[in-house]
């Protein structure tokens, strides 16, 4: 390589270390923010955020940085790239194209706003008044037009924000999905609906102390091959994982102390994460190719561990007992009651309570409520009462009040528009990955009955968690089983589960 | 003002406000690392340590700050500036001058390492392993030694140390002060050793439940009108306070179980620093003036809450009844008894558990250590033999191991040398306050002694707290007692406290 091209490699190197750094700084600002950070530094703090992300957008930004990438593309120095190197340029091109449009004192103004939109949020959530939240949502919305403006439409303008979180996923594409989803769904909740074997679930409705809730997740974690020397569990309001750098991967999780398993379950997911982001590859370690390669890939870990694993009957073979150690007299229901109960479908108002088969109508609705914002205008004036509406016609119930409807999630008030459609694409790739894992692990449910799940994680890590974001997520569901992605094993999945449970 | 000139001087408010961002960032990522961070994760946070501390140190050098600067500087401008600006043109310059002689490099690599060696200096403490502490330890020493001959010596190589943090303080004049100290003090404690009046302490070591030793130190944290709202309390293996912004001023603890007091001084100790940056004037927030004015001062606020006030009887007349009822069954000493265990003079190994009349002992050996290090050439292989030495000659101890002796303290692993005589400054100022407040605030004792703190509080922060950096140490003791520091007032105040104690 010549020795220009060789010094253009090493400062872009060097620069995507340096917008790492940030990012791992303003990933631990953040994490503290929601953990317990004092409530009157907050707003200083948004304006700190807003600095350190406003420099590292110029950064991300930098004419230099174009410079280097053109140089780095010209096909004779590309080819002398690694393997890895050559997956940076193309992953930094595409973010540099991107963000280039964004002027950086717009781009430093918004996220000061989304930080305080978080926190006003979280303040509106808990005092269920909508109307305090609602003119920090109005703005989110205006400045995400704007970027979508300065982005240029895709087919629709709402295909542009999909595309962040999912490349190359479209509005058409979605409704076919969806489309598809629910009409196979719906007939499978009816059955379920009219079915006379209704699990019971009123014993796990008790008061379980908290600690011991705690310390059972800590053990779930343990066994699911968590570091607990690479990362920590915390709480907060809205669960969350964070991947500061594979040394570091924190977690966090909201005990209720009238439900065993909430808390658990949501553990598990964020767990899920936790271990794509501590088992990706040494040598992409402070690279931005460091990190999942998709949210819906990042959700399908997530799910694969709290749904297909999480809620099976083996597992609860296995973890039951202890379950009941931790509780004692407390939990006197079989494990066949216990696991029936946890898998009970019914309609209800929280997205992150909601059962595998009705979770993907809460996404439906957030996904048909920001096509509405996006492509049809609707202001955040309209939403609780298009939210409402919709749960009634979805799921036909109607939130009692704003808490328990528009403010449960915290991804609109940090402006993550797009991102809910993810979390129904990880339940598919869940599915597919579980297809391909049960033919491929020797007795998979049997180890998963014994306890053993680390042959699962390792597997994970194996064909998943170490490429990082050198494997686009097609690239990485073709390889992991030879095909692009297909719903129907969602379905499959769901309905083979289901008909056991409630005996159809 | 000339258009140019407010130009000049929008600009340089606007690099105060960004450097001030980085020490948030900066701060919280400390604080992090000191607070359960994960293990796993911190060479690659020292690396984030190191790129943005890089990047403020850019700032704070920057060929257009000195511009900046050297335009507001001119007497006709600078007149013209408010008070406030006048200040931070004056800190600023200050700053600047010492920063421009390090090279960004040497700067940015002296970040990592001093993180790097923190962490060492943890593990090593924990392990009792100084052999794998003293080659980062050679390291600080090293860089240290570098940044002196950048910034020049002055009367000594050590003098241009201890004017980091007590700015003007000298050798010469430590000398004369510490000898003139310990002349009073030698004396003082040989009365108390030959007194046949030692305290009784044996009820003070029991296992006394970590929970309930956490219940009672917020209680008193908030008694002395700490901000809960723009604070926390936490764990770490060193207790510190750290000042993000007054409305987020954190501090850390550690519990000891078979010790009812020892964490409980260490959190209102903490708590006095806390009170000091959580009540500076909101005028200065955001700029590099919102801070305590010195290190002296500063550990005057911290040890006036814990010695002057925490260790007083009117306290504990006050409120021991609290901490019996927090340890059922398990304190059945008299008030009378309790006062007097906690003032034991004894020569002891740990400097934060040592008592008022020994600590300056403990100052002093790390003041001659550094001499040393700094005007002796002592390498860091001697100094465990050095520490240990001096720990015989001047307290009759010896201690058993390195974590008790050399280890035990984290400011040097952090390259904070010239710090450790703030200490003994510290209590210097914190007697003279304590005068004058006995003479301003009508019965303060009485105050104390009938629970009610706040004014206490309020007149510290209205005579120091609000200022910040507006005044210097030297402006703030003059307008505070009408003098300038006049070791006697501590010398008065020991003498007058064991004198009773002891019944010499």
Redesign the interface.
Known sequence: MAVQHSEALNKFKETI??IK??E??LG??YW?LRT??????????S??IG??SG?MFKLSTSPELGEWLSTLEEKSTYSELTEIDQRLVLETRKDYDRSVKIPPKLYQEYVILSSQSESKWEEAKEANDYASFQPYLEKVIDYTNQFIDLWGAKETRYDTLLDQYEPGMTVAQLDGIFGGLRSQLVPLAAAIAASPHQPDTSFLRQKFDKTAQKEFGLYILNQMGY??????LDESAHPFATG???????ITTRYQEDDVTNALFGTIHEGGHALYEQNIMKSL??TTLCTGTSMGIHESQSLFWENIIGRSRPFWDSYYGELQKKFPGQLDASVDQFYRGNNIVQPSLIRIEADELTYSLHIIIRYEMEKLIFNGGAKAADLPAIWNEKYKEYLGITPPNDAKGILQDVHWSGGAFGYFPSYSLGYMYAAQIADTMEREIDGMWSLVGGGNLLPIKEWLSDRIHKYGKMRTPSELIQSISGKPLDPQHLVTYLTKKYTDIYKL
Chains 1, 2 share one sequence.
């Open positions: 270390h340096k750094s940030y791992e700084a631990v600002l503290d317990g950070a004092p409530k009157k530094g907050m707003d200083h703090r304006e700190v600095s350190l420099d570091d607990f020397e690479a990362g920590r500061l750098t594979p040394g570091d991967v924190r370690i402070g």
